[in-house]
């Protein structure tokens, strides 16, 4: 009688950081060529920014500053502060629902960094975030808005502002692992959003404010980045904002990177 031996599983092949960082890529550029297949992905980061911009500016501009114009010139750095926040926030809804679909599960089944998926999404963002800077500056521009100091100052703001987004979407993230329902997400993110973007030096300078909201709207992120950009955009002081800015986005990193990913082992 022969005896049958079974050998033991093998363990699963550590996958290095670079290697990692290669799966996240080429999940990104699925993501990516998603985004080009249904272009309506875009539609909030194309829309919301002109529906604002217009709005804000012809509606209101007029009482707040007296000149619609002269608003302009103030409102728009504000607005792409505000947008960029808004657009990083809907990453939440949409790894919720493919958690929801499976989409995760057979990802877990392919060789690659369980963390890819998550990656890719976020770097995938980026487009969006670039496309929302696209259409707010045309849009804006066409308008009569004009830059007061040089090309690289737009441009350091641009780079800025889309990695203030990128920083404030692992907030999105987390949220998204941790509730059960695509619409719970965007319900949650909705309160985290609305104090941070109407609490804020976007629409009307915070000298204009109580005393209570001016103390929160001189340290809120939002605050800060539209101050950084209206800096280097129109001309000003950008040291004191920026540094602001800069100490908000390491901070977020910091405590909502380790609990997005902790979520996310958990979740899938």
Avoid at 35 to 50: G, Y
Avoid at 190 to 217: E, N
Avoid at 261 to 266: C, G
Wanted: net charge positive; hydrophobic share 55%; aromatic share 10%.
């Amino acid at each position: 009688m022969t005896t049958m031996t079974l050998d033991a599983p093998a363990s699963p092949r550590y996958i290095t950081p670079a290697k990692a960082l290669q799966h996240g890529l080429s999940l990104a550029w699925r993501s990516i060529i998603k985004i080009r297949k249904n272009p309506e992905q875009l539609a909030d980061v194309t829309l919301m920014p002109i529906i604002f911009l217009v709005m804000f500016v012809y509606i209101f501009g007029g009482a707040i500053s007296g000149n619609t114009g002269e608003y302009l010139q103030v409102v728009v750095p504000g607005v792409m502060a505000m947008n960029i926040l808004q657009a990083s926030m809907t990453i939440g809804v949409a790894l919720n629902t493919d958690v929801n679909k499976g989409v995760f599960d057979r990802f877990r089944s392919m060789p690659i960094a369980r963390s890819a998926p998550l990656v890719g999404a976020v770097i995938a963002d980026l487009v969006r975030y670039a496309v929302c800077m696209v259409v707010l500056m045309v849009v804006a521009t066409l308008m009569g808005y004009r830059i007061q100091t040089d090309a690289m100052s737009l441009v350091v703001t641009i780079a800025l502002l889309l990695a203030f987004g990128m920083c404030f979407c692992w907030i999105a993230v987390f949220v998204g692992m941790l509730v059960k329902t695509p619409g719970a997400v965007q319900g949650l993110m909705f309160v985290v959003v609305m104090p941070l973007t109407f609490g804020s030096s976007v629409f009307v300078p915070s000298s204009t404010m109580p005393g209570w909201l001016r103390a929160w709207s001189d340290i809120n992120p939002v605050s800060l980045m539209a101050g950084t950009a209206r800096g280097l955009m129109n001309g000003g002081a950008v040291a004191g904002p920026l540094f602001g800015t800069l100490a908000w986005m390491a901070g977020i990193v910091a405590v909502f990177f380790p609990l997005a990913m902790r979520a996310y082992r958990r979740r899938v």
